[in-house]
């Protein structure tokens, strides 16, 4: 099945911060997003980007789908970013239905 | 905006027995999904279901699970005899195709 990485796995961040975190998959997709998981275990839905850019207030990302690889930018971080950043894909041949996730990006941001 | 909507939020079981967790999808969405996560560990794919069938399924989703659109608004899952393994958040998922997926909230499902 297709393989989703992500980096770095653990970051620390002082309040005001930027950071980039990055997905790579190993096919094809034609179904990609960035999820922020709360403290309290929810899946907050960031962006759906297969391709392209979008932003979003402070964050924005990037896919390279050509490249196989995700993007997402984080600046002016605050305390509330804090939570584990997830990547998630389904390959655009086979297995379509379900998507993969990367074991996640843990963000801690510190005052 | 809409949402997937999953109750409970938390449920305590003992084990062995049967638990069914609720969801209501996006009311103009056809395909939904079960997964879940183990503390600490990645969201894991269970299930999906279209057309009022299962259109695919991991190894997880064993003998002991099953799920069912009984009305044309709730979306189960059912775990017929929890084990403590069985214990982790479950995500209902719904989409309209091949697009961005939007997730409930949870249910964390703690075996006793």
């Known amino acids: ?111 | 905006e809409p949402e997937v909507t999953q109750t409970p939020s938390h449920q305590v079981t003992q084990m062995g027995q049967e638990v069914i967790l609720r969801c209501v999808p996006i009311s103009n969405h056809l395909y939904f999904y079960w997964y879940r996560q183990i503390l600490g560990q990645k969201v894991e794919f269970l299930v999906s279901f279209y057309n009022n069938e299962i259109s695919e399924k991991s190894e997880i989703f064993d003998d002991q699970f099953s799920v069912e659109r009984p009305d044309g608004s709730n979306f189960t899952l059912k775990i017929r005899s929890t084990k403590l393994e069985d214990s982790a958040m479950y995500f209902c998922a719904s989409s309209e195709w091949r697009d961005g997926y939007t997730f409930g909230s949870g249910t964390r499902l703690t075996v006793v």
């Open chain 1, 1 to 111: 099945g297709i393989q989703v990485e992500q980096s770095p796995p653990d970051l620390i961040l002082q309040e005001g911060a930027n950071s980039t975190l990055r997905c790579n998959f190993s096919d094809s997709v034609n179904n990609l997003q960035w999820f922020h998981q709360n403290p309290w275990g929810q899946l907050i839905n960031l962006f759906y980007i297969p391709s392209g850019t979008k932003q979003n207030g402070r964050l924005s990302a990037t896919t390279v789908a050509t490249e196989r690889y995700s993007l997402l930018y984080i600046s002016s971080s605050q305390t509330t970013d804090s939570g584990v950043y997830f990547c998630a894909v389904s390959p655009t041949s086979g297995g379509y239905q379900k998507v993969t996730f990367g074991i996640g990006t843990k963000l801690q941001v510190i005052p």
